[in-house]
């Protein structure tokens, strides 16, 4: 059975830093894509950063680019989303997805139903 297990959230006052992580376990991402989505309270899960495993090929909202970076780690099958320069308004609870496949078109790697795995999330609250 697939585990996504997110962890790094927290506290953090803005223009600070804060790495999450996303642990997978019961199988090993090594052809799909990893990526963070995030969900403030009263709106819509958004789409952060995407990884394509195969080829490392990254992708990132509009919003974070720039300040967002996310990684792959494969001996432990840990991806991680280092986060810097944070505002405010990136106090969300933070969640790891996971898609066995990848798409033709990289459109798709920044919509939720793409993907077939889904960690329980991690809060992360930026203070001003």
């Known amino acids: 059975q697939v585990q996504l297990v997110e962890s790094g959230g927290g506290l953090v006052q803005a223009g600070g830093s804060l790495r999450l992580s996303c642990a997978a376990s019961g199988r090993t991402f090594s052809s799909g894509v990893m990526a963070w989505f995030r969900q403030a309270p009263g709106k819509e899960r958004e789409f952060v950063a995407a990884?394509?495993?195969?080829?490392?090929?990254?992708y990132y909202a509009d919003s974070v680019k720039g300040r967002f970076t996310i990684s792959r780690d494969n001996a432990k099958n840990t991806v991680y989303l280092q986060m810097s320069s944070l505002k405010p308004e990136d106090t969300a609870v933070y969640y790891c997805?996971?898609?066995?496949?990848?798409?033709?078109?990289?459109?798709?790697?920044?919509?939720?139903?793409?993907?077939?795995?889904w960690g329980q999330g991690t809060q992360v609250t930026v203070s001003s």
């Open positions: 990884i394509r495993l195969s080829v490392l090929s990254t």
């Open positions: 997805a996971a898609a066995e496949g990848w798409a033709k078109y990289s459109s798709r790697y920044y919509q939720s139903p793409f993907y077939d795995y």
